[in-house]
């Protein structure tokens, strides 16, 4: 397949590096020529461009993955082609793409990138759509060579899957980024939560996150909960009363 990536943030760049050992990148756009110019370097692409009217009309597939709200405008400003055009989003809707483009669905990789860390792309759940059965079947190929998890899903699942990802990625993180402050003002390093995030995420194999959840709130241990609450202040305060409720909720409901 010959395939034109558009955009060299996060996840293209692992998605195109991915892609580079079994199809052929024909170009590489980015609305920063340097970022362009690195990921063509990387994935031994010969072209890069800045410039949206300047996308190759020759490819096979064309492949967006820029910001949710730059979508809609890159679709606009590129020359139009028949070939299959997908985006990576999990909150964008397939419609973006109605009216513009003849072919064309999503190509959703439910995974944390940062261009600095490696990731096993085989490994990487992918979640597939396509306009038409025959489309979401190339998608899904597509998919399926870069891979082992591959499952289909619309719109609104996707929607559902990235709130859930946010949810364990990017508040779990958000947490570890407190559970970090904390530590800082005791004069500890992060590290010395690593084991125990370990095992957390471990239990997970054998156990539903509401069966693994241990704690204060989910021993409704008031005592210590009001302890904890009287020794934070601002954001790491409100945060944990708010959490802590949510745990009691969840695990006391009321007749």
């Not at 759940?125 to 399926?144: H, I, K, N, S």
């Not at 709130?163 to 010395?192: E, K």
């Amino acid at each position: 397949m010959r395939v034109s990536m558009i955009g060299a943030g996060n996840v293209a760049t692992h998605l195109a590096k991915a892609l580079a050992g079994k199809h052929e990148i024909v170009q590489v756009f980015s609305r920063s020529m340097a970022n362009a110019e690195t990921l063509a370097r990387a994935t031994g692409c010969p072209c890069a461009t800045n410039v949206p009217s300047r996308i190759t009309a020759d490819a096979d597939f064309y492949i967006i993955s820029v910001k949710d709200d730059a979508i809609a405008s890159v679709i606009e400003q590129a020359p139009a082609s028949n070939a299959l055009w997908v985006h990576t989003s999990g909150s964008v809707p397939m419609s973006v793409f109605q009216g513009r483009r003849s072919r064309y669905g999503v190509l959703y990789p439910m995974q944390s990138f940062s261009k600095q860390v490696e990731v096993d792309f085989a490994s990487v759940p992918l979640f597939v759509e396509g306009c038409d059965d025959a489309t979401a079947a190339q998608v899904t190929a597509l998919a399926q060579s870069l891979s082992r998890s591959v499952f289909p899903a619309d719109s609104d699942t996707r929607r559902r899957l990235h709130i859930a990802a946010v949810f364990a990625c990017n508040f779990a993180n958000h947490m570890w980024a407190l559970a970090d402050d904390v530590l800082r003002d005791a004069g500890l390093p992060f590290s010395v939560m690593l084991p125990l995030i370990r095992s957390t995420v471990d239990k997970l194999a054998a156990l539903s996150p509401a069966e693994s959840q241990t704690g204060p709130a989910r021993r409704l241990d008031y005592a210590v909960i009001q302890k904890h609450l009287a020794m934070l202040t601002g954001d790491c305060h409100s945060v944990y009363d708010s959490i802590t409720q949510s745990i009691i909720k969840k695990h006391n409901p009321r007749p």
